[in-house]
């Protein structure tokens, strides 16, 4: 007994060394990660004392203030909602409700997939969560896929689509010197990328360009991937934001449902609803029938339940209440489009500025493009300029978020731009 206690503590002190060894080194080689491009903006703007400090950088809407804004709409509905309701999970593919009132924004109120039930659908955790639950769903059920990424897109896209393991591809899209879209190399991507593949497309107000295609060109796209059999996901973050119209901004995938395309949709109250830090949103992907959305739908479930197991509730419920009510809706509605139009009295304003200032350069594509975002053309150098000198932060990719433009600020903003561009 006594040598056989004297054996195990020995090993007991060698095993707790070694763990302590192992401990000690566990994250060792754990480096600092990469700034995140957008969101590190807003870092460095809180920890600048400047109070000149301007934050063109991530896609949160202001008011001509500067200031964060709730709708009134979401107000009245917190309100309807306070004290009435209990905390319970929500089920792994969350509010029924939410899902079915957010499936008509995107598909359209008499949609004929939606009455067949051809939809699977869950609640996401924002537009970046539904991305991210589909590119899992789609390495799950087409490993061997790939996802064609418009050049530029979204920072986070290729975060997402990478830690998925979906090899990634690109295609033309912006045209540098146009500062539009470049229709005709985009078309010969398509034309050219092996039949079946996937592609992300970015359903309005595409970011951080604001260049979308026209409707005619959208049906062409359309046409051509139906000649080459691809697959469409739409990320649609910004419903409403670029023509004021969420029915409008649903055109481009209006068109593809027309042409019988079974599309993938992910769709966030973010931007639109200023839900921003409540991770509401919405990933859906039409199926041949009832029976495969059914199929689909419990796979989407399956993939989300080891990763965050069921949604949060409030942000649904903020949703379901505002959709659900013809009151609220309509409130809702006048509420986005004042704040795109907001936005777009922003564009004007800071053209005019910079072309009474007499830039030598031409500022139409201010104006020309639409959504949250101007694609300014600024060069990384200059962005870092503007920045170190005139407190002025913004992505280096030029981006500029003209949601944090305010009249206040407008003439700072383009006197600013145009001392780092006239000698370019
Ligand atoms: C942006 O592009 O600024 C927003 O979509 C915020 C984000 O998460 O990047």
Redesign the pocket.
Known sequence: MALRTGISSRILRSSSTFALRSMSSWWRNVEPAAK?P??GVTEAFLADPSPDKVNV????YRDDNGKPVVLECVREAERRIAGNLNMEYLPMGGSVKMVEETLKLAYGENSNLIKDKRIAAVQALS??GACRLFADFQKRFCPDSQIYIPVPT???HHNIWRDAQVPQRTFHYYHLESKGLDFASMMDDIKNAPNGSFFLLHACAH??TGVDPSEEQWREISYQFKVKGHFAFFDM?YQGFASGNPERDAKSIRIFLEDGHLIGCAQSY??NMGL?GQRVGCLSVVCEDEKQAVAVKSQLQQIARPMYSNPPVHGALIVSTILGDPDLKKLWLKEVKAMADRIIGMRTALRENLEKLGSPLSWEHITNQIG??CYSGLTPEQVDHLTNHFHIYM?RNG?I?LAGVTTGNVGYLANAIHEVSKSA
Do not use: E, H
Not at 57 to 60: E, K, N, P, T
């Open positions: 995140d957008i969101l950088g991530v896609g949160a537009g970046t979204w920072a986070n970011n951080p973050a973010a931007k921003y949250m975002f992505t981006r978020s």
